[in-house]
């Protein structure tokens, strides 16, 4: 049986009519995760931080957005004659952080993810802005740190173009970060110099697509080390076309599958104890709602990775 229904929602203003979601007993959602309850294989953390965004954005939309996309898919992993059911994972819902866009809403997001990352083997901190990856690390007690991203993110001051930066300040040790996806043109000179000083590994577009998916994933993986190990997921580093909801998404960025496939790759690693998903604007988003549901997307495939594990 199915039931299809209408509801009224509100898109950059206007108020359209939306189908609800099918049903089918043979054809379970993702999403719609219980409670945190003291332990799970993924724990799920809202962090809507934007306040200190270098562009204005309604990314504390976010978090909600992404819970709702997200049971737009299924839970089944099925390649060729491969299946796994994600549902047998334990994941978990751990609500959002309070205000978290302020030094005592930083403590907060730390506080949360210190404790979800002692009893689950993934903490996923749904943003929110680039800013939620300094607290969502350190929060990890993260030595090392993996970011898709086409930006350095590594400006003065605090925002959500500085979370590197602060993080290397914090003493987070540069030789173990690897920033896979920065794009020409999104960056400055300056900037730029400042990452090489570091010691930081930058592996650009270009080299993504000349070098494959596994060998980036690879090296990655070597320079961080045993971990723990934070990955930032910013969506705006896929092409504006997949994802008009960022707003520093740049022409010719990371095709969608490329996201994932990283995403995936990455996410398999027992080093990786923490990830964010960030600088997507729900209220930015395309009437279609792509980019959200692409963030949605790399949720599920870190749940997926999970279950990939060793």
Request: one cysteine or more; charged letters at 25%.
């Amino acid at each position: 049986m199915s039931v299809v229904a209408l509801s009224t929602v509100v898109h950059r203003g206007i108020s359209v009519k939306a189908m609800a979601l099918s049903f089918d007993p043979l054809w379970p959602r993702a999403g719609g995760w219980p409670e945190f309850d003291g332990s799970a294989d993924v724990a799920v953390l809202g962090v809507p931080a934007h306040l200190t965004s270098l562009s204005p954005t309604g990314a504390h939309e976010t978090p909600a957005a992404i819970r709702d996309a997200i049971q737009r898919f299924s839970p089944a992993l099925v390649t060729g004659e491969h299946i796994v059911d994600l549902s047998e994972l334990v994941v978990r819902d751990a609500g959002d952080v309070r205000d978290p866009d302020s030094p005592e809403g930083e403590e907060r997001t730390m506080a949360h993810v210190s404790e979800l990352a002692r009893s689950s083997r993934l903490v996923v901190a749904l943003g929110g802005d680039n800013s939620v990856t300094y607290a969502a690390a350190r929060g990890a007690h993260a030595t090392g740190l993996i970011t898709l991203d086409a930006h350095y993110d590594v400006r003065d001051g605090v925002s959500n173009g500085s979370p590197v930066r602060r993080l290397v300040e914090s003493g987070l040790d540069p030789h173990k970060i690897v920033q896979i996806g920065i794009a020409d043109f999104a960056n400055s000179v300056a900037y730029a110099k400042r990452v090489r000083d570091y010691g930081i590994t930058v592996i650009g577009l270009a080299d993504v697509r000349r070098r494959g998916i596994d060998d980036v994933v690879t090296e990655a993986l070597e320079i961080t080390g045993a971990g723990p190990v934070h990955f930032d997921i910013d969506v705006d580093v896929v092409d504006r076309s997949v994802a008009p909801g960022c707003p520093a998404s740049v022409p010719g960025g990371l095709a969608a599958w490329e996201l994932r496939a990283l995403v995936r790759g990455i996410g398999r690693s027992n080093t990786i104890a923490s990830a964010d998903i960030t600088e997507v604007d729900a209220t930015a988003d395309a009437e279609d709602a792509r980019t959200v549901r692409l963030a949605a997307l790399c949720l599920l495939e870190l749940i997926a990775a999970v279950s990939e594990r060793a």
